[in-house]
Nanobody, 125 residues
């Protein structure tokens, strides 16, 4: 069983930076990709970023490209997400994901078998 625990800011000022952390525990041996999805009320889940945990390749969703950075600490089975220049549309529930995922499906939500409980991010003006 793989468990994911997210942590990070709840409310961030518009134009500021968001930092989230996710630590995987349990059966982490099969993981090759970790990442973040987000979902705002009334919208579909959207890929934010992903990282190849057995290398350094990173991937970003269009809505955060150029503003986001995903990084990892393999020794701690942790991934980190930073989004700069936060916009109102960045407000959402953010979910950490992990699994053995082919590169062709890095942005596909159902390709990730493990999900965290989510952490709410609010952007204040």
């Amino acid at each position: 069983l793989l468990q994911l625990a997210e942590s990070g800011e709840g409310t961030v000022q518009e134009g500021g930076s968001l930092r989230l952390s996710c630590v995987a525990s349990g059966d982490t041996g099969e993981i090759n990709r970790m990442g973040w999805f987000r979902q705002a009320p009334g919208t579909e889940r959207e890929i934010v970023a992903a990282i190849f945990t057995r290398g350094t390749t990173t991937y970003y969703g269009e809505s955060v490209a150029g503003r986001a950075l995903i990084s990892q600490d393999n020794a701690k089975n942790a991934v980190f997400l930073q989004i700069d220049n936060l916009k109102p549309e960045d407000a959402a529930m953010y979910y950490c994901v992990a699994g053995r995922v082919p590169v062709s499906k890095w942005s596909v939500a159902h390709a990730y078998p493990s999900w965290g409980h989510g952490t709410q991010v609010t952007v204040s003006s």
